[in-house]
């Protein structure tokens, strides 16, 4: 079982910047394949960015040149970094984990774009 706590979201103002965090439990973190989703209210949940075990990374089209996921794999953590953000990236963000055909969810995060 893989628990994952994320942190960092809140509010913040058209064109500011924020980043998330997400701690995993673990010890072979290093082999887990890392994703950021996000769910809007009425809307599915999406891939926002994913970053796999070797660090090769992929974006959503609505967020590259915006948003940048890494991960520290002495910390266990994986990180988004969320430039340039608009109203509409305004979501639940979900750190997810991925390991052997297993997922698991971490308990979201608000962020909120707004003036």
């Known amino acids: 079982q893989v628990q994952l706590v994320e942190s960092g979201g809140g509010l913040v103002q058209p064109g500011g910047s924020l980043r998330l965090s997400c701690a995993a439990s673990?010890?072979?973190?290093?082999?887990?394949?890392m994703g950021w989703y996000r769910q809007a209210p009425g809307k599915q949940r999406e891939l926002v960015a994913v970053i796999n075990s070797a660090g090769d990374t992929n974006s959503a089209d609505s967020v590259k040149g915006r948003f940048t996921i890494s991960r520290d794999n002495a910390k266990r953590t994986v990180y988004l970094q969320m430039n340039s953000l608009k109203p509409e990236d305004t979501a639940v963000y979900y750190c997810?984990?991925?390991?052997?055909?297993?997922?698991?969810w971490g308990q979201g995060t608000q962020v909120t774009v707004s003036s």
């Open positions: 673990g010890s072979i973190f290093m082999l887990y394949t």
């Open positions: 997810y984990a991925y390991y052997q055909s297993m997922g698991y």
